[in-house]
């Protein structure tokens, strides 16, 4: 008797169609890619979008990108990276749990903050400055898989990438698409909050009480209960949502954590400091075009495209040393 059993792609594809759930998204059924692809031997569409997506520079990026405390002491703070895992790592088990197809849901959720700027929404409200109609990190991150550093991605994971933020507001065309929406806010709020207690911003009495009356102590317990919340709510209406009493208290939790966290008064200058960085590299680059690397204008965009490109790729201590490098005095030439 042989100790393996071949897995080629057409098996993965038959195994989807006989084990998930009437509305999951086949594999084999995809719209497709924009520049069309003999299929792999081996992995299904969205299986190879994972691995294109881990492999990819605007991946490796997220180790140096801002989650919430910029340049934190400590090697135990949450980053973009560690953020995009545990996002992933959320949309996987409430994929599985209703039988959706996983290989989709991990795609977008890996892929879905590669386009943010640095130092997080602080980053982001700048560049916005710039652009008619404000600037989205969901936007950028299809515009580096498509343009940037072009992947040639299933359409569904650009598209599950593209709705992933609430402030997109037609929402992803799968299942496994609007899974990465509430994955992305559990994971966010849960290891920020835990963050803001390991750097001494709050302690752990200060939570509303209705937030710690649904979810329990801040920690794993968090995630526990509002992943099953989804689940539950999900299987009875059919859509991705979550428990009516759940979703308030995630709100709730939400507002707090803009006002104590994300928004306190003690990191305005740490927050002034960032807004200025990325402002002045965005003016001194416009003026400077010429300067920007080749891999930044491979398309036709127009300069401001290119500067805002080039600036949103940039990591945390990159666009600060860039900075340096530009605009602090040479005291020694």
């Known amino acids: 008797m042989r100790a393996f059993r071949l897995r080629t792609r057409e098996v993965a594809e038959e195994n989807e169609a006989d084990s998930l759930a009437p509305g999951a998204t086949l594999s084999i059924a995809s719209v497709g ?23 990819s520079k605007a991946f490796r ?29 959320i949309g996987d088990s409430i994929a599985r749990a209703l039988s959706l197809n996983a290989d989709l849901s991990e795609a977008v959720c890996l892929g879905h903050d590669v386009g943010h700027s640095p130092f997080g929404h602080t980053g982001e409200d700048v560049l916005s400055e710039f652009i008619e109609g404000g600037w989205r990190h969901s936007e950028q991150s299809v515009r580096i898989f498509e343009a940037l550093e072009p992947l040639n991605l299933t359409w569904e994971v650009l598209d599950g990438i593209r709705a992933h ?8 065309s799968t299942h496994e698409g609007n899974i990465v929406r509430f994955s992305d806010r559990i994971a966010y709020l849960a290891h920020d909050a835990l963050d ?12 509303p009480p209705e937030v710690l009356a649904t979810f329990g102590e801040p920690g794993k317990e968090w995630v526990t209960v509002m992943v099953q919340s989804v689940i539950d709510e999900s299987y009875r209406q059919n859509e991705i949502t979550m428990e009516s009493h759940t979703l308030e208290a995630m709100h709730t939790l939400r507002d707090f954590m803009f006002e104590r966290v994300y928004l306190r008064a003690a990191a305005e200058n740490q ?6 960085i990325v402002r002045e590299l965005v003016e001194y680059f416009l003026e400077h075009a010429d300067e920007i690397p080749l891999t930044y ?37």
């Open 61 to 89: 990026r997220l180790k140096h990108k801002t989650q919430v405390f910029m340049n934190p002491e400590g090697d135990h703070f949450v980053t973009r990276m560690t953020h995009t895992l545990q996002v992933t790592q």
């Open 297 to 333: 204008v491979q398309d036709q965009a127009d300069d401001l495209t290119r500067v805002i490109d080039y600036v949103a790729g940039m990591t945390d201590r990159y666009a600060i040393s860039t900075h340096d490098e530009l605009f602090r005095p040479k005291l020694f030439e």
């Open 33 to 55: 890619r924009a520049i069309s692809e003999k299929p792999d031997a081996w992995q299904t569409a969205f299986e190879q979008d994972k691995d294109r997506i881990l492999v």
């Open 271 to 276: 927050r002034r400091r960032a807004k200025q």
């Open 165 to 172: 933020s609430w402030r997109v507001e037609v929402p992803a």
């Open 196 to 207: 803001a207690i390991r750097a001494g911003v709050l302690d752990e009495s200060q939570f």
